[in-house]
């Protein structure tokens, strides 16, 4: 094959790429060279592509007059990268370098025009990022305790405390969780013989540990269902709490997955009969109300949610944290006073 055979299906191939439908005497006459020479281009090509990527197929489209490069593998859309790239932005959980990358390569995802489509939506949003206070880097240090959990490696932690303190921790990794701005590693602790949760940008160093932490199968932490009972990241004991509700009923299921309305009120107080399960969770007329009830870990996390709720709540189970909650309200009225 001569170096110009080679250049010109270079050049096909690279357009394929973008997207483009090549057609057989345009290019013939773009090169000038037998049409011939052009059909043997893509016979060279397809054998190629289907050796270095089984998920494309170099295809005649008669309808379109041309050679274009198929796939069967899903490639993200300009659409689906405009929602990935919202939900980062919105995060604030990275630095601006590390941010920038990431939607750099999302972008390389898509083909040319559709990127021109993506930049102006996400371009000023792109300006004006801030990321959260702390701007560590965090894609390395995600990863190798991505790879932690992977192999169930003990690591030594030199972590820094909210209190300032730096400390030394023995830990099994288990799960990684982002809540509210920050990634958190859920990790087991020997010494304290519990599951506790160190924020990733805390930790000032990491090595695997001379020791050896091991947990069974069935001690594991599940993270999936202690995502659906946490607050804040303030961990605690599983309790059954309910509460009558005055706010927005979408938002309080939205926010509590584990939550149920179980009864009804009109604005007067008196009950009003669920329907079926469509009426269960409808708004409820003008100052009706309803009463949720919902499993969470810890009393702390779940107090910050309610209080954000303002006079849209009444605590009404479990005992103990009717009282807490009550004076938490007395400690807040305190600062009027």
């Known amino acids: 094959m ?8 270079l050049e096909m191939y690279q357009q394929l ?17 037998d049409p011939r020479s052009i059909q043997r281009d893509f016979q060279a090509l397809k054998a190629f592509v289907t050796v270095a990527n089984p998920y494309q197929t170099l295809t005649y489209h008669r309808a379109r007059g041309g050679y274009q490069l198929t796939t069967d593998q899903h490639e993200l859309s300009a659409r689906e990268i405009i929602v990935i790239a919202k939900v980062l932005l919105a995060s604030r959980a990275f630095a601006k370098q590390e941010l920038d990358s990431m939607l750099d390569g999302l972008l390389r995802l898509i083909k ?21 206070h702390h ?17 169930q490696t003990t690591l030594q932690l030199t972590y ?44 000032q160093a990491y090595r695997p540990a001379d020791t050896v932490i091991q947990r069974t199968r069935a001690k594991r932490f599940e993270d999936g269902q202690f995502r659906q009972r946490i607050q804040f990241m303030y961990p605690g004991q599983l309790l059954t709490l309910t509460f009558q509700f005055w706010g927005i009923v979408e938002a309080a299921l939205d926010r509590l997955p584990t939550a149920k309305v179980i009864q009804r009120f009109h604005a007067d107080g008196a009950a009003e009969p669920i329907k079926n399960e469509q009426h269960r ?9 309803v009463v949720i009830t919902a499993e969470v870990y810890g009393a702390r996390g779940i107090t910050m949610w309610l209080l954000s709720q303002g006079a849209n709540v009444k605590v009404l189970a479990p005992a103990s944290l009717v009282t807490s909650f009550k004076q938490e309200l007395a400690n807040i009225q305190a600062h009027y006073d």
């Open 281 to 289: 969770n409808q708004q409820p007329a003008a100052g009706g109300s």
């Open 2 to 9: 001569t170096e110009l055979n080679t250049r010109r299906q």
């Open 160 to 203: 820094h405390r909210s209190d300032n303190q730096v400390v030394q921790r023995t830990v099994l990794p288990a799960a990684l969780i982002f809540s509210e701005y920050y990634f958190y590693v859920a990790a087991y602790n020997a010494k304290y013989q519990t599951t506790l949760f160190y924020r990733a940008d805390r930790i």
């Open 112 to 132: 040319p025009a559709e990127q021109k489509t993506v930049l102006p939506i996400i371009k000023n949003e792109r300006f004006f990022y801030q990321p959260v």
């Open 17 to 33: 790429l973008t997207g483009k439908t090549l057609n057989k005497t345009d290019l013939a006459a773009h090169y000038g060279v």
């Open 135 to 151: 701007d560590q880097p965090l894609l390395t240090l995600l990863t190798d305790l991505s790879h932690a959990i992977e192999h």
